[in-house]
């Protein structure tokens, strides 16, 4: 690891970034690789961090020894950011108070997915001893049911609703791989976009592989169907946009699509296709 004065630390793979119990005095910011974080007596990983996540900020802030330690998945980089130095990094770039509190508050999700995950799982209470069973007597045999009258006759049940139109099967062709993704016929909506790792949301469509210069957001579309007609939003509003057919898409506004139609996300171009 570099000396104490350098900006940047280097962790090889399998390397200890800081431990559970140390003294925290510093904030990383993962500029390449990946850091998992060990909490107290796990035996696996809480968290995978990648790049432009930030680890060591809650320690940092609250003057707390680490309560985990961060182990290097793969060689990392990360830049560091000494506690005395920090207000004047905030007030030089904002964005960097806007960045931590983000973290914070997917951080607090992610908690809250957990314990309510512990909380369905109820440990029932002993069971009383048993005692004696003490026989009960058998009830008097009630009275026979009078004899029903003949009920008038049951008309046929209405004859059942046209099925929808069967849904067009699309498959979308990632252009620069030239590699073909089925769609589901049964899935009414696709979440387009890349995996996230403080959350443990996937994308249906996990474009994330194709992303080579980082323009895709993690939530940046979203493709629905309904019936036979498809659709494509842009839910909430992307750095890089969402394009059809060589037009940005407005945010918020489902555009109808159909085979042969271009899409681009960020600087993805994707192409609808028949499957």
Not at 55 to 84: F, N, V, W, Y
Not at 166 to 177: E, F, H, K, S
Request: hydrophobic residues 40%.
């Amino acid at each position: 690891m570099a000396s104490g004065k350098d900006l940047f630390v280097e962790v090889a793979a399998g390397g200890t970034l800081f431990k559970e119990g140390e003294a925290a005095g510093e904030l990383y910011i993962i500029e390449s690789g990946q850091i998992d974080l060990f909490p107290a007596g796990a035996g696996e990983a809480l968290i995978t961090l990648g790049p432009g996540d930030c680890c060591g900020e809650a320690a940092l802030l609250d003057r707390q020894p680490h309560t985990a330690s961060a182990i290097a998945k793969t060689r990392s980089r990360l830049l560091r950011i000494d506690r005395m130095a920090l207000p004047d990094v905030v007030r030089a770039n904002p964005d960097v108070a806007t960045a931590l509190l983000r973290k914070f508050a997917v951080r607090l999700g992610h908690l809250e997915s957990c314990l309510e995950a512990s909380a369905q799982t109820v440990v029932p209470p002993p069971a009383p001893a048993s005692k004696p069973v003490q026989p009960v007597p058998a009830p008097p045999r009630p009275a026979p049911p009078p004899v029903p009258k003949p009920a008038d006759p049951i008309p046929p049940p209405p004859p059942p609703a046209p099925k929808p139109a069967a849904p067009a099967g699309l498959a979308l062709r990632i252009v620069a791989a030239d590699q073909h993704m089925a769609l589901d016929p049964m899935r009414t909506q696709f979440l387009i976009g890349r995996p996230d790792p403080a959350t443990g949301t996937k994308p249906e469509i996990d474009l994330g592989p194709f992303d080579v210069q980082r323009t895709l957001s993690r939530r940046h579309a979203t493709l629905l169907r309904e019936d036979a007609q498809y659709f494509v939003r842009e839910d909430a509003a992307t750095t890089n946009g969402t394009y059809l057919n060589g037009e940005r898409l407005q945010t918020g506004v489902k555009a109808p699509v159909k085979a042969g139609d271009k899409l681009r996300f960020g600087s993805i171009e994707v192409e609808l296709t028949g499957a």
